[in-house]
């Protein structure tokens, strides 16, 4: 009895253990081949309405799974750095949260970004074995060999699909995505749309194509790690690079310049710890010429002359110029996750193009969300791992090693199955939109063949990188993870990629393997405490599920079945849907705004129904005072009332948060005209001439050769500014 009671606590630990694993295994899936939006969407439309509670579930399942595994084997392992990051990540991101002006996207934003680091520091705890980092790196590589089919199967098929319905019934694929016709929404769509490349299963070419390169360093490792010192095995070389082969075309297909030179950079970073000269000389050449690259692009940019770099660096340019500004006015604490797109409309270039949720550079987006000490916590968890990793060796995993797939690799790969094949399809039906179900090339190449690639492709390498008895890991797998990390931040200093959701998950999980292939040599296993464990994941699942994603998730459900209620022409239904939603989650803007938009979308609206339109407005500003849509309507519904002097103020409250928008202007001037204030409304239609000048400017040097003009404010209202200046000015008392 004394005997076996060790025996069975090792079995439910490592039973524990496995399910821990099969849970982030099974998320790992789904974020990679699931389109998940890298930003939680304040104004949620058909299509992405179930995108936050999707992600937060997801997040749900990484959090409880990384605990679990953390909690059972007390973080042994990991360096007391990395849990001063953790610490320090988190403090910015409370604090930031408390401060920001809509408070559940920024507690889901949190939520979303901090799930992926629990879960790498689970893996960096349980990866004792090199089966297990075999395992996960060949998931990586299949899922990438998925992407890239499906970034052909879009460049050979889907895209053309679009365009040609595009062509056909444009609105058809803007109203789905709140977009309205002939305004500048619709120009970016349609540019994107026709100038669409492969994307895989993610939002942007962009990220797929840093996708694709940690895919590309996971193989690499796994090769790196596969092979023995002294033995080499060409029909295993030949299965990886026939993978790695995959993996490139998917590369080729995203034409993702910007993950191609964040590779050759973080090559040359590496190359300076070279042992040979030559290859030391030429990183400091190549960096040498990076740097009066950056250098001169700046002081172009800083000397008022952007309009002579590249388009996409110019566009850039604007971002961050706006972004700074930001983050002087906001210093210490940021505007809180998820909150700096409505901090954005109100530093926006008057001329600027587009309006982002992003800055589209990781170090200016965590300064602008988190404050200094997000960005110093984030850093520490990440660049840690990395210097430790280029200055020592790693360890070797505890054996004895694995010759062939063992009945962990077989239950992984059962989960897999179950994830691809069963709750991939169910996903895929709640969180796709009709429309774009109908143009995805059938059931089988939208959920069969990716579950069967990356099954298939999963198992084939795992047996293959058994074949030899691995007595000690090499140094360049844990130095291809690392080039993996470092490219996914140089990437981030020009594109928001590093923070799509299947990016970030993935980039976390290698950052994981780093620390566990470099944890402290000849430190004890901590004893594992599995009941505690199990207790307190539970709890603080349970926790996280009742204050922060239940809410919600049931106010999206109930936004859900209104928009289901519109559609049959039952607005009695829909608007107690949507009343439900506003009580369901008393943090959360969007309710209450789709609530009133109902009313102000109606033809014709009784007293009553505009006094609950101003009251459900009214909430969403108390909820969410930065988003000059809220203002904006509350502005619309009192002028339907008659209440022209109180809309006049809450117009004016628009213009302040977002000044460089025409309609504003152009509404203002509207109602300046409504409580008879004249000489104000002469100016406000000068502005918004003016304004729609220096867009039409900025457009021709961004898109000399677009075919045909494109308006801001539109043909109709700039014709009737201009009219309504001409008889303002005729008038004798102004």
């Not at 992003?358 to 602008?368: F, I, R």
Request: with cysteine; charged share 15%; glycine share 6%.
């Amino acid at each position: 009895m004394a005997e076996g009671r060790p025996t069975s606590k090792a079995f439910w630990v490592r039973l524990t253990e496995g399910l821990a694993l099969a849970i982030l295994i099974a998320i790992l899936c789904l974020r990679a081949t699931i389109t998940e939006s890298p930003q939680v969407r304040s104004s949620p439309t058909t299509i992405s309405i179930l995108d936050q509670p999707y992600a937060l579930i997801m997040s749900l399942g990484l959090i409880f799974g990384g605990l679990v595994l953390v909690l059972t084997y007390r973080g042994s392992g990991i360096r007391s750095w990395v849990w001063l990051g953790l610490g320090l990540w988190l403090v910015a991101g409370i604090t930031s949260c408390m401060v920001a002006s809509d408070k559940r996207a920024a507690i889901s934003c949190l939520i979303i970004q901090t799930a992926p680091i629990l879960m790498g520091l689970g893996i960096a705890c349980s990866v004792r074995r090199t089966e297990k980092v075999r395992f996960i790196l060949a998931l990586a590589a299949a899922l990438g060999v998925a992407n890239a089919l499906q970034s052909f199967n879009q460049v050979a098929y889907l895209n053309k699909a679009l365009i040609e319905q595009y062509r056909q019934d444009p609105n058809g694929l803007l109203v789905p995505l709140g977009i309205e016709p002939d305004t500048v929404e619709a120009f970016l769509f349609e540019h994107r749309l026709l100038t669409s490349v492969g994307s895989g299963f993610l939002t942007t070419r962009n990220s797929a194509g840093l996708f694709e390169l940690i895919c590309l360093c996971a193989i690499g490792s796994l090769w790196g790690l596969a092979r023995t010192r002294h033995a080499a095995d060409s029909r295993q070389d030949v299965v990886f690079a026939i993978c790695g082969l995959a993996i490139l075309a998917g590369l080729a297909l995203a034409r993702a310049k910007n993950a191609v030179a964040a590779l050759w950079l973080a090559g040359m970073l590496l190359g300076l710890k070279a042992k040979h000269r030559p290859v030391r000389i030429a990183s400091y050449l190549g960096l040498a010429c990076v740097s009066i690259l950056a250098i001169t692009a700046i002081a172009i940019g800083a000397l008022g002359r952007s309009y002579r770099l590249p388009q996409p660096l110019m566009v850039r340019w604007q971002y961050w110029t706006a972004t700074i500004q930001i983050i002087k006015d906001h210093p210490w604490f940021g505007v809180g996750p998820c909150n700096f797109a409505y901090q954005y409309c109100r530093y926006k270039l008057p001329e600027a193009i587009e309006t982002i949720s992003d800055p589209h550079n990781l170090v200016l987006s965590l300064l602008a969300q988190y404050g200094p000490i997000g960005l110093i916590g984030w850093a520490v968890m990440v660049l840690g791992p990395c210097a430790w990793a280029l200055r020592s060796r790693p360890i070797d995993l505890e054996s004895p090693p694995v010759r062939q797939p063992s009945t962990w690799t077989t239950s992984m790969l059962c989960m897999i199955a179950l994830a691809m094949f069963v709750i991939r399809p169910v996903l895929l039906g709640f969180l796709q939109d009709p429309i774009a179900a109908d143009q995805q090339g059938g059931l089988f190449v939208e959920t069969i063949l990716p579950g069967l690639l990356v099954v298939i492709f999963t198992a084939l390498m795992v047996l293959v990188a058994s074949r030899h008895v691995i007595d000690t890991v090499r140094l360049g797998t844990g130095l291809l993870l690392v080039l993996g990390l470092l490219a996914t931040i140089i990437n981030g200093l020009v594109d928001f990629a590093p923070f799509e959701p299947a990016n970030a998950t993935w980039f976390w999980a290698l950052a994981g393997c780093i620390l566990g292939l470099y944890r402290p040599k000849g430190q004890p296993q901590a004893p594992a405490r599995l009941l505690s464990a199990l207790g307190i994941a539970g709890m603080a699942s349970v926790v996280i599920w009742v204050f922060f994603i239940g809410p919600p998730t049931i106010a999206s459900m109930l936004v859900l079945r209104a928009y289901k209620a519109t559609q049959q022409a039952d607005r009695q239904t829909a608007a107690a849907c949507l009343d439900r939603a506003i009580d369901a989650d008393p943090l959360w803007p969007a309710a209450a705004s789709l609530r009133a938009s109902m009313v102000l979308q109606a033809e014709q609206a009784d007293e009553q129904e505009l006094q609950r339109a101003i009251s459900c407005l009214r909430i969403a500003i108390r909820r969410n005072p930065a988003d000059y849509r809220h203002h904006q309507r509350l502005a619309e519904a009192l002028a339907r009332l008659g209440d022209y002097a109180q809309a006049y103020k809450a117009m004016e409250q628009a213009v302040a948060l977002y000044p460089g928008s025409e309609r504003l202007w152009f509404q203002l001037g509207q109602l300046a005209e409504a409580v008879n204030m004249p000489k104000e409304a002469l100016a406000y239609y000068k502005k918004v001439v003016m304004l729609e000048q220096r867009f039409e400017q900025e457009f021709k040097t961004l898109y000399p050769h677009w075919p045909r003009p494109v308006s801001r404010l539109g043909q109709a209202r700039y014709k009737q500014a201009l009219q309504r200046i001409a008889s303002l000015s005729a008038r004798s008392d102004l």
